[in-house]
């Protein structure tokens, strides 16, 4: 699939709290997937990413804060 490809769309959003961080992804037709980060939980980046290639992201303020916290996760 290359980066011009038509590609189904998610909404994604963070969350960060002391010691817990999330990321959840849901689609059009109310599909949800929920990546946490915390103390004996690693976080999945290798599905997070496989995610951003395959979809189409949307967020609310997605790229001035969602998208440095999951390269920080």
Not at 38 to 45: F, Q, S, V, W
């Amino acid at each position: 699939m290359s980066y011009t490809d038509t590609r189904p769309e998610v909404v994604c959003d963070t969350e960060a709290l002391p010691n817990y961080w999330s990321i959840g992804f849901k689609s059009a037709d109310g599909k949800k997937k929920v990546y946490e980060l915390y103390d004996g939980c690693p976080l999945n980046r290798t599905a997070i990413a496989s995610i951003f290639r395959q979809y189409r992201v949307y967020g609310f303020n997605l790229r001035k804060y969602d998208i440095p916290m999951i390269l920080y996760a």
